[in-house]
Structure formats: C-alpha cells, structure tokens
C-alpha cells in the first residue's frame, strides 16, 4: 500500500523559507505514471494547488506561488520536497504531498495525513 | 476566493440524495472533462471520491455520482449515510494551473 509522509519544521519566522519533504513508501516514485505535488490548506479554510513534479524533475507550478516555490525529487531517497521563500503569515497551512495521474487528470488519490506549518516570529 | 464556486452548505435525511454544485468558467470546469471531488472529515486528509467527471476509485460506494453541464460540475450522493457527513471540495485542471472550489459542508440530520 503507497503511504506518504510530509516532515519538517512546524515553526517557520517570516521572511524565512519553509522547507518540508515528503517520504513515499511501498512503491516507486520514479513510476512513468503519476506525478507528485503538493496542496495546502489553511486552517478552517479550502485546498490550494501549490505545484507539482515528475521523476524526471519536470515542474508546473501554481502561477499565484511561482515567483517563491521549489519543488524538487530525490529518487535515490523516493522522496520530494517543497520549499517556499518569503513566508508570511498567509502562508500558515497545513502541507500535504499527494500523488496524481500524468496527463491532465486531476486525481489526487493518495495524500500525506498533512503537517501544519505556523509562519510566526 | 476560491476559482470554483461550491454552496456553503447542504443537508439531507438519512436515506436521501443530494447534489453538490460546483461552477467555474470556460477555462476550467467548463472547458476539460478533469474535474474531481474530495471528501474530507475533520481533521483528516481528503479522500478522491470522483476524478474525470464521472470516474469513481476502486472502493468508492456507488451511491457517489458526478457530472458536469457546460461550467457547472455536480457531486450526487445517493442513499445519504451518517458517516456521509464532511467537507466536500471540487477541483479542476485550469490549463496553466489546478484550482479548487471552497468547500461545501454537508450536514446528514
């Protein structure tokens, strides 16, 4: 059964940049088939996309991030990370790394259990 | 505020189906058949319960339903169940980037 795992600080200070990675286990991320993201939510509040990657290292970001996000692939570790530059009190979250089909498809079908960040000096 | 646009709210009866709606433009929801919806419980990470409109996961009840008319995407629960209580999100591809509806509560009385 494919499990994923977010980890990384819970406390981030503004201006600072928040890192976090995500640990996939019982398959490959290195599989031809799907894509590896990451989606945030705020508390109390709806999903955001934040972008996504593909083994080979290929990206596509949300255009509302792009200018501060870094989603990079370790397949030798069959991890991803995330990091996000600048942060501010907006950016207050919980991450979650997901797994999604190639293509167009939007189906998120396995997802992390989530990691809250708190951006707060 | 969220791209897609999902009523706050809905309930319904033990027993009862409801329909949740989601509306975009012609840019997303109604412009590719990549639309998807999650079922969230408190506390807990979202499930997929309907990706590509209509396509239901291996293991998702069959009383879960989607279609989409023009920029309008809908969710149908049939035989509502109490464990059928959670937030529901919609999601769709939007060409440069992936966007998701505000959620919609649904409260089984």
């Known amino acids: 059964q494919l499990q994923l795992q977010e980890s990384g600080p819970g406390l981030v200070k503004p201006s600072e940049t928040l890192s976090l990675t995500c640990t996939v286990s019982?398959?490959?991320?290195?599989?031809?088939?799907?894509?590896w993201g990451w989606i945030r939510q705020p508390p109390g509040k709806g999903l955001e996309w934040i972008g996504s990657?593909?083994?080979?290292?290929?990206?596509y970001y949300n255009p509302s991030l792009k200018s501060r996000v870094i989603i990079s692939v370790d397949t030798s570790k069959n991890q991803f990370s995330l990091k996000l530059s600048s942060v501010t009190a907006a950016d207050t979250a919980v991450y979650y790394c997901?797994?999604?089909?190639?293509?167009?498809?939007?189906?998120?079908?396995?997802w992390g259990q989530g990691t809250l960040v708190t951006v707060s000096s | 505020q969220s791209a897609l646009t999902q009523p706050a709210s809905v309930s319904g009866s033990p027993g009862q189906s409801i329909t949740i709606s989601c509306t975009g433009t012609?840019?997303?929801?109604?412009?590719?058949?990549?639309v998807s919806w999650y079922q969230q419980h408190p506390g807990k990470a979202p499930k997929l319960m309907i990706y590509?409109?209509?396509k239901r996961p291996s293991g998702v009840s069959n009383r879960f339903s989607g279609s989409k008319s023009g920029n309008t995407a809908s969710l149908t629960i049939s035989g509502l169940q109490a464990d059928d209580e959670a937030d529901y999100y919609c999601?769709?591809?939007?060409?440069?980037?992936?966007?998701f509806g505000g959620g919609t509560k649904l409260t089984v009385l």
């Open positions: 997901t797994r999604h089909g190639g293509g167009l498809s939007r189906n998120f079908d396995y």
């Open positions: 019982g398959g490959s991320i290195s599989s031809s088939s799907y894509y």
């Open positions: 990657i593909y083994y080979s290292g290929s990206t």
């Open positions: 012609s840019g997303d929801v109604g412009g590719y058949n990549y």
């Open positions: 590509d409109v209509t």
């Open positions: 999601c769709s591809f939007a060409g440069s980037t992936t966007v």
